[in-house]
């Protein structure tokens, strides 16, 4: 009977951000009544995905347990709402219930959290999650048929398992991203269960969405990393930038207004809020709709869908054109002579502002990289507004911006210029060895992902039009995954400072980077060079992925050598395993073999 892992079942099911069963004229209806909506109708898929990912050691049962406390206090609520806990927040209620469980704070080790209330409390289970998965067990493998069958008999129940697998190894995407898995999940499974090529139809209903899925968690994490690390001055600037280049026609005092509802979205997305993320980002669409005519031209239709549908449209809909009367530059930041006293007057709104006339001039342009020209021009009149004659020293700012732009653009040529020049393999072991040089301290599982991730990234952008915005755009999302979501992440002292000095300059910074002189490598190869007979079974993913791994840690225990010394090594990896795979004996051949490799690292 064909198998297919739960990745591959249930992956695709993030498609989606905004398909909760909400009033479809959010405006109308007041927060009290969509909150309890959202309660009644959500309160098990909540509970699953909020524990999941705040304990993610619970088992399942440990998880459908709490389910049914939360179901049971959703229905106290429904029958007599004035009851003293059916006002409070949904989050607070379910973490209460959470240190509530007898012996299961002590177990997975968040006592501490407990002992805090409100937002203090939601910050430390935040701060309890853990990006790198490596401790939890591998995914079940799927008997398609008979898991259909578990589907048709007990549907909540199976609903209930494959959201807690996903959410537990997922633990930074926003909840109203996972809760599209039950709708999702039910609509594939209706159709795939009922196909005789079962596996067939469940793996073309999810491939096309499967990188997708990987940049929009990248880019929830991306977010929301600084916010808690930059704070929400840095959200700011990135949204700034964001809605600029989409609606370029907006008028400032209406982009202002609008900051005001994004910025909140995510606050509540990024403590894990699954009420206020949905709630905000509904109320995000509902603002854009009610004031289309002003903001985009490119957004009627989308407007005319309803909730499910609505948001996803609007965040896909093609970029605004540009304004006829808009000019190529804004003088008033250069060329003005009162320039030094509109900033002093107020800093925040003028940077704003800058950022907003600059962005929506420059489509082309990266996100990153237009936070890099702000920063370029913020510092610049520091400079200048202290001199004698601030326009003459200002006055040069274009060539400023023009000078950071061709530095950003020759990291991306270099970048690009190793897609023409090494093959896909050559390429990803390129930024295996690079990315495990300057953080060994990473995990093999994290150091293997951020290599295939840049691959992908580069892979992508490289060959298209739009060249330096789609490579800084991802490669930035790459770095976002090293450098984490969490503020006491410490990886090592450079990194470290790449990560945390200065949001948009965290690229460059990166790019500077040596290997990492702090590390000590282990003083054994811990079997790095023992080879296994079962390899021989193994399928050629499962020998990749081997493969890699070999590489990174093989870079660990030999930091010292050389990338050309190093890219030779996986070639010599595949000749052992297929040489003794061919041989009449395996594993007498690996024995062999394992060593002749070993001594070869040594004396590279």
């Given at each position: 009977m064909k198998q297919l892992t739960l990745a591959g079942f249930v992956i695709f099911l993030f498609f989606l951000t905004e398909s909760l069963t909400l009033p479809t004229k959010l405006q109308d209806v007041d927060d009290a009544s969509i909150t309890q909506k959202f309660i009644e109708e959500n309160i098990g898929y909540i509970t699953v995905i909020a524990f999941s990912q705040y304990?993610?050691?619970?088992?399942?049962?440990?998880?459908?347990?709490?389910?049914?406390?939360?179901?049971?206090?959703?229905?106290?609520?429904?029958?007599?709402?004035?009851?003293?806990?059916?006002?409070?927040?949904?989050?607070?209620?379910?973490?209460?219930?959470?240190c509530a469980v007898k012996g299961l704070p002590q177990k997975y080790n968040f006592s501490h959290c407990c002992s805090m209330v409100d937002l203090e409390?939601?910050?430390?289970?935040?701060?309890?999650?853990?990006?790198?998965?490596?401790?939890?067990?591998?995914?079940?493998?799927?008997?398609?048929?008979?898991?259909?069958?578990?589907?048709?008999?007990?549907?909540?129940?199976?609903?209930?398992?494959?959201?807690?697998?996903?959410?537990?190894?997922?633990?930074?995407?926003?909840?109203?991203?996972?809760?599209?898995?039950?709708?999702?999940?039910e609509e594939m499974a209706k159709t795939c269960c009922e196909e005789q090529d079962k596996a067939n139809c469940f793996r073309t209903k999810a491939e096309p969405v499967i990188q997708y899925l990987k940049a929009l968690s990248s880019y929830q994490k991306n977010v929301c990393g600084a916010l808690v690390k930059f704070g929400?001055?840095?959200?700011?600037?990135?949204?700034?930038a964001i809605l600029s280049q989409k609606f370029p026609k907006i008028e400032f005092k209406e982009l202002t207004s609008l900051l005001e509802d994004v910025s909140s979205k995510y606050e509540g997305c990024c403590e894990g809020d699954a009420v206020k993320c949905i709630r905000r980002r509904s109320k995000i669409m509902s603002h854009i709709c009610s004031k289309q005519d002003s903001i985009s031209s490119k957004i009627k239709d989308c407007c005319e869908e309803k909730i499910p549908k609505r948001g996803e449209c609007i965040i896909y809909s093609n970029k605004d054109d540009r304004p006829k009367d808009l000019s190529l530059r804004e003088a008033k930041f250069t060329e003005n002579e009162n320039v030094c006293e509109q900033r002093d007057a107020n800093p925040d709104i003028f940077m704003a502002e800058f950022l907003f006339e600059y962005s929506r001039r420059h489509p082309e342009l990266s996100t990153p990289e237009l936070l890099r020209i702000a920063r370029v021009y913020e510092d610049l009149l520091e400079e200048c507004c202290t001199t004698e004659n601030p326009p003459d020293c200002y006055g040069n700012a274009e060539y400023k911006f023009n000078e950071t732009t061709q530095r950003?653009?020759?990291?991306?040529?270099?970048?690009?210029?190793?897609?023409?020049?090494?093959?896909?393999?050559?390429?990803?072991?390129?930024?295996?060895?690079?990315?495990?040089?300057?953080?060994?301290?990473?995990?093999?599982?994290?150091?293997?992902?951020?290599?295939?991730?840049?691959?992908?990234?580069?892979?992508?952008?490289?060959?298209?039009?739009?060249?330096?915005?789609?490579?800084?755009?991802?490669?930035?999302?790459?770095?976002?995954?090293?450098?984490?979501?969490?503020?006491?992440?410490?990886?090592?002292?450079?990194?470290?400072?790449?990560?945390?000095?200065?949001?948009?300059?965290?690229?460059?910074?990166?790019?500077?980077?040596?290997?990492?002189?702090?590390?000590?490598?282990?003083?054994?190869?811990?079997?790095?060079?023992?080879?296994?007979?079962?390899w021989c079974q193994a399928h050629k993913e499962e020998l990749q992925r081997k493969k890699d791994r070999f590489l990174v840690n093989l870079v660990k225990l030999k930091p010292e050598l050389g990338g050309e010394e190093l890219q030779s090594l996986p070639t010599d990896f595949s000749n052992v395993v297929e040489k003794c795979c061919k041989a009449e004996g395996p594993e007498a051949c690996f024995s062999e073999e394992g060593p002749k490799l070993a001594a070869k690292s040594q004396a590279a």
């Open positions: 304990v993610q050691e619970a088992s399942f049962e440990e998880v459908d347990r709490l389910v049914k406390i939360m179901t049971k206090y959703k229905g106290q609520c429904s029958g007599e709402v004035t009851l003293p806990d059916c006002p409070r927040l949904t989050n607070d209620i379910l973490l209460e219930k959470t409390r939601e910050r430390c289970f935040f701060h309890n999650k853990k990006s790198d998965v490596g401790f939890l067990p591998p995914l079940p493998t799927l008997d398609l048929e008979e898991k259909c069958q578990t589907y048709k008999n007990n549907r909540e129940s199976f609903l209930n398992n494959c959201i807690y697998e996903v959410s537990r190894r997922n633990p930074f995407v926003f909840a109203p991203t996972l809760l599209t898995v039950a709708t999702r999940f929400p001055q840095v959200l700011k600037s990135i949204n700034i950003s653009l020759k990291i991306v040529q270099r970048e690009c210029e190793h897609v023409q020049n090494l093959g896909k393999d050559d390429l990803k072991y390129h930024y295996l060895i690079k990315f495990t040089k300057i953080a060994p301290q990473l995990s093999t599982e994290e150091l293997t992902f951020l290599g295939k991730e840049m691959v992908t990234a580069l892979t992508t952008c490289c060959t298209l039009s739009e060249e330096f915005a789609c490579v800084d755009n991802l490669v930035d999302l790459v770095i976002g995954e090293l450098c984490g979501i969490n503020e006491n992440r410490s990886i090592n002292p450079a990194v470290d400072h790449c990560c945390k000095t200065d949001f948009a300059f965290r690229r460059p910074c990166f790019e500077g980077l040596e290997a990492d002189k702090t590390y000590v490598p282990p003083s054994t190869s811990q079997g790095l060079f023992t080879f296994h007979a079962d």
